[in-house]
């Protein structure tokens, strides 16, 4: 059963691994911002709460987050296993996840950080940005998600280093070579 963390700055390819991972092993790929969105878009009484801190333009706490993620993860599809692509966020959320997994019986978690220079993140964040028709990525921007990044989630990497949990990747290869490097470490 694969239960999989991916970590990563953004730009570093996590979404498009995960679902190309996913695919590929019939698992769900749960991703925190989909599934806010989702909440959101149902209505449901978290996504009304969610859709009020997204009005003001404040991140969603993490309560709400995690409240979510465990609403999430209780649906059956996830019993098969499943690959986490913006979750945990920080140390708070990594101690939830932990805890809640320990109550299932879910202990066996692979944690993997995509490696990509910033200098590259950064290119590709423009070439997204320039697809997908987003003007919020700017320079500015972009620098700014990359220090929260560095501020918020970054730490997880020793976090799980330190539980040897955590597996670096070279994501600064073609996407079929980094796909074949995850499936590898997965798979060894």
Known sequence: MTRLILLGPPGSGKGTQAKALAASWHIPHISTGDILRQAVQDRTPLGLQ????????????DRLVMDLMRERLDQPDTNSGWILDGFPRNLAQASFLDELLQKRDQNSVEVISLEVPDEVLIERMHERGKK???KDDTDDVIRHRLEVYREQTAPLISYYRERQQLTSVNGNQPLWAVTAALQEVIHS
Request: hydrophobic letters at 20%.
């Open 132 to 134: 997908e028709g987003r």
């Open 50 to 61: 969610a859709q009020s801190y997204q009005e003001r333009g404040e991140l969603v706490p």
